[in-house]
Antibody, heavy 122, light 111 residues
Framework: HLQLQESGPGLLRPSETLSLTCTVS??????????WGWIRQPPGKGLEWIGN???????YDNPSLKSRATLSVDTSKNQLSLKVKSVTAADSAVYYC??????????????WGRGTLVTVSS | QSALTQPASVSGSPGQSITISCTGT?????????VSWYQQYPGKAPKLIIF???SRPSGVSRRISGSKSGNTASLTISGLQAEDEADYYC???????????FGGGTKLTVL
């Protein structure tokens, strides 16, 4: 069955670039039937959508990140990647990757990774 | 500040029913049927429990139901059980600049 697993550095300094990977197992991200998304959750707070990407490269992102976020895919490794540049303490959160449907009408997240905690601190 | 508004907390006794509201605008909940709900236990990833306003994924309890009226969506859990104690988040597609919006979350306490 489909599984998603996020991985990343854990601790970053302010102004550094956050780089996260989501490894997808149990299906190919190039199957073409799904978008893949990133969502984050600051400690004790709610969920925030970061963006969605299709394996062919089409992306949608949240303007609130002011273009600091970059989503990409590595089809050879069946992985998704998220980079967030110029991080601050406000970027500290659990970061999740998740699967969603192909059309905006199906943009609900039906499979989630376990999440990875990222802390930004000097 | 979240785009969708939920009550911070609700509570109920075992066997009772509770309803969690989620209020948006005509650009999201009011304009589309693409409302979803997620259940999250402490330290765990969210789990999809409702999509398209009222559809349940396979395996989700029939005690859980969703509805919508105007700009407000609702999640109802009937026959409340201890295992229902969790945080609940609503989400919607939006025609605004942020295509996917979430509510701030509601903590359900089973008394």
């Amino acid at each position: 069955h489909l599984q998603l697993q996020e991985s990343g550095p854990g601790l970053l300094r302010p102004s550094e670039t956050l780089s996260l990977t989501c490894t997808v197992s149990g299906d190919s991200i190039t199957s073409g039937d799904f978008y893949w998304g990133w969502i984050r959750q600051p400690p004790g707070k709610g969920l925030e959508w970061i963006g969605n990407i299709y394996y062919g490269g089409s992306t949608y992102d949240n303007p609130s990140l002011k273009s600091r976020a970059t989503l990409s895919v590595d089809t050879s490794k069946n992985q998704l990647s998220l980079k967030v540049k110029s991080v601050t303490a406000a970027d500290s959160a659990v970061y999740y990757c998740a699967r969603l449907g192909l059309e905006p009408t199906d943009w609900h997240f039906d499979i989630w990774g376990r999440g990875t905690l990222v802390t930004v601190s000097s | 500040q979240s785009a969708l508004t939920q009550p911070a907390s609700v509570s109920g006794s075992p066997g009772q029913s509770i309803t969690i509201s989620c209020t948006g605008t005509s650009s999201d909940i009011g304009g589309y049927i693409y409302v979803s709900w997620y259940q999250q236990y402490p330290g765990k990833a969210p789990k999809l429990i409702i999509f398209d306003v009222s559809s349940r994924p396979s395996g989700v309890s029939r005690r859980i139901s969703g509805s919508k009226s105007g700009n407000t969506a609702s999640l109802t859990i009937s026959g409340l059980q201890a295992e229902d104690e969790a945080d609940y988040y609503c989400s919607s597609y939006s025609s605004g600049t942020t295509l996917v919006v979430f509510g701030g979350g509601t903590k359900l306490t089973v008394l």
